[in-house]
């Protein structure tokens, strides 16, 4: 019984990560797009599946929700310009990322935040740091961007991918979304290692306290939420 629930944990992230990914290589072919597209639609899907799950259940949800992307993005490679190593290590950052959008949904779910605000902030926050090259574009400074772009993890991915192109080159954000390389000149990180050191860091708390504590004492549940008095 415990093996099954375990399964039931893991299977719908494991699908909707996969077919996200799919979707994005439907999309875009096996090039950039495919590998940059998964963790931002992660973004939206990742925390409310999270929530769903308790105990050990959220780390089979983040585990398996970078497990369905990544397994996407490995048929994929197998007719595109990618290598296995290349492969793993895009892979790692997606791992450390979706890891940082579970553990800030736990920690807010632990500290008895409501479950639609508990899973809305870490998707609000994630997409605003995966766009800050967007949106922050008029404000960026060269001190800014050197702080920034060595933890991105689109970056790092595309650090990894570079010889697929760079997003910045794409001629909707070369003419409309940034600056980046016209005004503000930067460099894509030299590896993975600060932007997967961030986000285990991140993530770290939440994760770690979810399999301390038991939901139903720390945290308000999704049917608690709505139970009448």
């Known amino acids: 019984m415990n093996v099954k629930c375990k399964a039931c944990s893991a299977l719908p992230s494991l699908l909707i990560s996969a077919a996200a990914a799919a979707w994005c290589w439907w999309a875009t072919g096996p090039e950039l797009g495919l590998f940059l597209g998964a963790p931002l639609l992660a973004t ?63 920690l807010l779910a632990l500290a008895r935040f409501p479950p639609p605000l508990a899973s809305g902030v870490p998707t609000i926050l994630g997409l605003l740091w995966l766009t800050w090259p967007v949106w922050l574009s008029h404000w960026l400074t060269q001190g800014l961007v050197t702080w920034l772009v060595p933890a991105h993890p689109l970056m790092a991915i595309n650090s990894v991918l570079k010889h697929l192109g760079t997003w910045d080159r794409a001629p909707l954000a070369y003419r409309a979304l940034t600056v980046l390389n016209q005004d503000v000149p930067y460099r894509l990180p030299r590896g993975i290692l600060w932007a997967v050191s961030l986000h285990l860091l991140i993530g770290a708390p939440g994760m770690a306290l979810v399999l301390r504590r038991r939901r139903g004492t720390t945290e308000i549940t999704p049917s608690e939420a709505v139970r009448p008095p």
Do not use: Q
């Open 44 to 106: 939206l899907y990742l925390p409310p599946l999270v929530l769903a799950e308790e105990g050990r259940g959220r780390w089979l949800a983040v585990l398996s929700s970078a497990s369905g992307a990544t397994l996407v993005w490995a048929i994929a490679a197998m007719s595109a310009d990618v290598t296995a190593w290349e492969w793993l290590r895009c892979g790692v950052v997606l791992a450390a990322y979706v890891w940082a959008l579970g553990g800030t949904a736990s």
